[in-house]
């Protein structure tokens, strides 16, 4: 009996090993399985970095500007030159009137002295004709240059018509030149006359425009200086 025994003891033994062998198997397969479980922590890195990123601060407020067009830049160059060109000639042009009004008083005057001499009464010396000659000869050529300073002068803005002091000055100009005008054809004219009653009618007329020409020439100059 002793030999059963033994053997009923080896059975059950290796039944109860077997149950248990049996009972650990399961258990340990998902311990095999759970290896791979770091793998979605790996995949939670690209997530993070395609995430947007936060709005910044730094934004412009206007559009952006365009670029400068190079006819328009051109244009503006030109401009600056022509105003600077006018400004210039403008200065001088004020130089020259007055230049223009000294003159024209020192011809006014001793046109004058020479008229006293001429009809005053006293006898005719002649000692001032040469000089009022040469006078009118100077102020018609500064005259005219100073004229054409201002008419050569570039003009790059438009202007409205309207009446100010430039007109003014244009309009005593005009007088101005209409009297020079005048007087170098009457003044020939007055010296051919030489010794007929009619001179001295000629030479005051010369001495009437004389002075409206001086007037206009001052009031001309004026205007734009006072």
């Known amino acids: ?91 001088l042009h004020q130089l020259g009137g007055f230049a223009t009004v000294g003159a024209m008083v020192a011809t006014a005057v001793v046109g004058q002295l020479n008229y006293n001499d001429k009809y005053g009464g006293g006898g005719y010396s002649g000692r001032y004709i040469v000089t009022h000659r040469w006078l009118g000869i100077g102020t018609t050529a500064l005259f005219a240059a100073t004229g054409l300073l201002a008419v050569l002068a570039p003009s790059p803005l438009p202007k409205e018509s309207r009446l100010d002091t430039v007109t003014l000055h244009k309009v005593a100009m005009v007088v101005a030149a209409a009297g020079i005008v005048a007087q170098i054809i009457l003044g020939p004219i007055t010296a051919s006359k030489e010794g007929q009653p009619s001179q001295r009618d000629f030479a005051l007329a010369h001495q009437v425009i004389g002075y409206t020409t001086l007037a206009a020439t001052s009031t001309g100059f004026a205007v734009l200086v006072f």
């Open 1 to 91: 009996m002793r030999p059963a025994c033994q053997l009923r003891a080896l059975l059950l033994g290796a039944l109860i090993g077997g149950a248990a062998l049996a009972q650990t198997t399961p258990a340990q397969a998902p311990v095999a399985q759970s290896a791979p479980s770091p793998a979605p922590v790996a995949q939670s890195a690209p997530a993070q970095a395609v995430s947007p990123a936060p709005p910044s601060d730094d934004f412009e407020l206007l559009p952006p500007e365009k670029a400068p067009d190079p006819a328009e830049v051109a244009r503006g160059r030109e401009l600056s030159r022509e105003l600077s060109q006018r400004r210039s000639m403008l200065q």
